[in-house]
């Protein structure tokens, strides 16, 4: 039971049901009489909008602590959260970054000040911030966390309800930012106590103890999942050899991005040394994951996805709906997926990178039953709300292995799991620097194509025969982000000369290899 306590009251809940909260923001327990708006249009606050516009990205919030992130824009933000989403009670946890108290303590009492409670869940994952806003009273959730950036930088992942704000939405919060029209009131901090105890039990309960003994390799990066993961893998059952699993905010191992084969080196010679049938790593805050089979050889995520995706499908009714087969992947993944997909009896949807959009699909179609990113974002949607965990996508892999026999009594080994799978030769995801205006040089991109059968969801990716090529340009950086894909080698020259004598006059291509 997850508990939460403030000097002069306490209460518990116990999932969403005990909450005595509803949410419109007069019924918030603990604030007294109404908030009411006030213009704070102070010489320093407007400096401080101006300064820090850039921060303002398309998924999230982030920049370098103390000089772009502050903590009087933290007290700021916290304000324009409140006011403008008009909520009365957030969700806040942060990770394990130098600047994280400080940002935090301000963020805190600035959402205080308009009236609005915090249900505090200190330092933890993503994840299980994301699970708060199913089980605890709260209408908004934020993270403070640059996930896998370099300890100089931090960050704020900010969910409406279960959906995160980005694109559009976090353009608008950033007007009310610069407005400095805010709410003012008397909310209260309270802390929660024992939620990631309630937490590995769901998590435990909902995946269920894998069937058989499994040994493996966890590496979290000395990122903030570490000892929550270890915590669940005893939970599960699970002979875990943790690797770098300690807290240290320097990160002076690698980098905590398990999706970048350079990072999963540790972990590959260390399922190897321990005879672990796989390995696992996890990226900065808990959202992410990546994996490497028994011979230390990395899978790319959307390969791990087809895992996914073939077992929530499986588990389907024969007569189930369109809605109910669909599964969604961003631009950047392989054919090979759509059809792993498709074989399954599955549907599949490409749409655009980034995982506020991949949620919003889901919002709109509460029948799908996952999504995935190339990005190592999984969001298992059949039994789980759809939210990115690394943790519990963890142990939905471990329930999927252990149905089978070990390697050792005639199962299937780790690898051998991915069989089903052609692996299409493919470049590497090249980053472009933009050379010019992104919109006109994304325009002169799509007319070099124009005869060509082209998706435009997100940038444009070209079908060929044989293959594909993509580019998109990126929402966080001034770079084109390329990849292409080949039935075979032969294919893939092929595609990659018909790119350059199109578009090679426009940028530099050297990188797309």
């Not at 000892?227 to 002076?252: I, K, T």
């Not at 949807?349 to 980034?354: A, E, F, I, N, Y």
């Not at 759809?386 to 939905?396: C, E, K, P, T, V």
């Amino acid at each position: 039971m997850a508990r939460w306590h403030h000097p002069a009251r306490a209460c518990c809940v116990r999932g969403a049901e005990s909450s005595g909260w509803g949410s419109s923001r007069d019924s918030v327990r603990g604030v007294s009489g109404l908030w009411r708006l006030t213009s704070t249009h102070r010489d320093d606050e407007c400096r401080i909008a101006r300064k820090v516009v850039s921060v303002f990205k398309a998924y999230d919030i982030r920049g370098i602590a103390g000089s772009e992130l502050t903590v009087e824009f933290a007290n700021t933000l916290g304000k324009a959260v409140a006011t403008h989403l008009d909520v009365g009670a957030v969700a806040v946890a942060r990770d394990i970054r130098d600047s994280g108290a400080e940002l935090h303590a301000a963020f805190v009492e600035g959402i205080v000040s308009t009236g609005a409670d915090v249900l505090d869940l200190g330092v933890t994952t993503t994840g299980v911030l994301y699970r708060a806003t199913v089980d605890l009273p709260v209408q908004a959730a934020v993270a403070i966390t640059a996930s896998h950036n370099p300890p100089e930088y931090n960050g704020f992942k900010i969910c409406h309800g279960k959906l995160p704000v980005a694109g559009d939405d976090l353009q608008m919060l950033r007007e009310a930012f610069e407005s400095g029209e805010f709410r003012e009131g008397a909310g209260s901090h309270f802390t929660v106590e024992n939620f990631e105890d309630q937490y590995i039990d769901i998590v435990v309960e909902n995946a269920g103890k894998p069937a058989r003994p499994i040994r493996i390799v966890l590496d979290c990066g000395n990122a903030v999942p570490g000892p929550l993961a270890m915590r669940l893998m005893e939970g599960l059952g699970v002979d875990a050899v943790p690797l770098h699993c300690d807290w240290d905010n320097s990160f002076p191992n690698h980098p905590p991005d398990p999706t970048r084969p350079e990072n999963m080196t540790d972990l590959a010679a260390a399922v190897v040394e321990s005879g672990a049938e796989f390995g696992i790593g996890m990226d900065g805050d808990g959202d992410r994951m990546g994996v490497v089979d028994e011979t230390g050889r990395f899978i790319h995520p959307d390969r791990l996805m087809a895992i996914f995706a073939k077992d929530v499908l499986s588990n389907l009714d024969s007569d189930a709906s369109e809605d109910e087969r669909t599964v969604y992947f961003d631009v950047k993944c392989s054919m090979a997926l759509e059809e792993a997909i498709a074989a399954a009896g599955g549907v599949p949807r490409m749409v655009r990178t980034g995982h506020s959009f991949m949620k919003r699909e889901l919002w709109d179609n509460p029948q799908a039953p996952m999504a995935g990113e190339m990005s190592g974002h999984f969001f298992l949607h059949d039994r789980w709300p759809g939210f990115d965990d690394s943790l519990y996508n963890s142990a939905r892999l471990l329930e999927i292995i252990g149905r089978d026999p070990a390697p050792a009594d005639g199962g299937p080994s780790f690898s051998e799991r991915f069989s089903f799978l052609p692996d299409y030769p493919s470049t590497g995801e090249a980053k472009i620097p933009l050379p010019g205006e992104r919109e006109e040089v994304m325009a002169a991109v799509e007319a070099a194509f124009a005869d060509m059968e082209c998706s435009t969801v997100d940038g444009i990716r070209v079908s060929y025969e044989d293959g594909w090529y993509l580019c998109r340009a990126s929402n966080t950086e001034d770079i084109l982000v390329m990849r292409a894909e080949g039935r075979s080698e032969v294919a893939l020259e092929g595609i990659l000369a018909d790119v350059n004598a199109r578009i090679g006059h426009i940028a530099d291509l050297s990188a797309l290899r």
